[in-house]
T-cell receptor, first 112, second 115 residues
Framework: DVVVTQSPLSLSVTLGQSASISCRSS???????????LSWFHQRPGQSPRRLIY???KRDSGVPDRFSGSGSGTDFTLKISRVEAEDVGVYSC?????????FGQGTKVEIK | EVQLLESGGGLGQPGGSLRLSCAAS????????MSWLRQAPGKGLEWVSS????????FYADSVKGRFTVSRDNSKNTLFLQMNSLRAEDTALYYC???WGHGRWGRGTLVIVSS
């Protein structure tokens, strides 16, 4: 199985500042078209996960441009610019290039 | 608007069975792969199973293979998860999700396995 490792596991951020979360995989998952199947999800307390980013850097509809994804190979990053109060919760990355799909452990983001 | 509504959760006995359903609306269900994922209390997200749009291809996590069966009824826009030989470690909130990349999730249905 592809092991996906996130860091840090918790993050305390000042409103208006930026935050970055790292996601590293044990192997690459680039398909023949050159697409890399890595997503980022945000889950607020008591809510369902919401996908923010797919294929490393493509934002889902309605996701603020404060959220950006980057990376390649086995090393990926989610950056939140100008953190707002609504950004609290757990962020998880997931690879969907191989079976079984695997998630990172999740990063809990809170406001200082 | 895409909507996914899970149902069928509840208390199941160890070794028993439950059948989950996910009613979909707001998109062309017949054209989309669907998945089940779960989240044990206080834990992270875990993929459980996926099913192609026509139901011809199914995929399972090792932890449920041979015990769970995913299926769909495209005429009723509904996804199912038949859960047999339940174990305590199957206790979780079960979500259905749209497409291979899990672009949209339902609100989940809670399964508790306990005697």
């Amino acid at each position: 199985d592809v092991v996906v490792t996130q860091s840090p596991l918790s993050l305390s951020v000042t409103l208006g500042q930026s935050a970055s979360i790292s996601c590293r995989s044990s192997q690459s998952f680039v398909d023949s078209n050159g697409d890399t199947y890595l997503s980022w999800f945000h889950q607020r307390p008591g809510q369902s996960p919401r996908r923010l980013i797919y294929e490393v850097s493509k934002r889902d509809s309605g996701v603020p441009d404060r959220f950006s994804g980057s990376g390649s190979g086995t090393d990926f990053t989610l950056k939140i610019s100008r953190v707002e109060a609504e950004d609290v919760g757990v962020y998880s990355c997931m690879q969907y290039g191989h079976w079984p799909r695997t998630f990172g452990q999740g990063t809990k983001v809170e406001i200082k | 608007e895409v909507q996914l509504l899970e149902s069928g959760g509840g208390l199941g006995q160890p070794g028993g069975s439950l059948r989950l359903s996910c009613a979909a609306s707001g998109f062309n269900f017949n054209s989309e792969a669907m998945s089940w994922l779960r989240q044990a209390p206080g834990k992270g997200l875990e993929w459980v199973s996926s099913l192609s749009a026509d139901g011809g291809a199914t995929f399972y996590a090792d932890s449920v293979k041979g015990r769970f069966t995913v299926s769909r009824d495209n005429s009723k826009n509904t996804l199912f998860l038949q859960m047999n030989s339940l174990r305590a470690e199957d206790t979780a909130l079960y979500y259905c999700a749209k497409d291979w990349g899990h672009g949209r999730w339902g609100r989940g249905t809670l399964v508790i396995v306990s005697s």
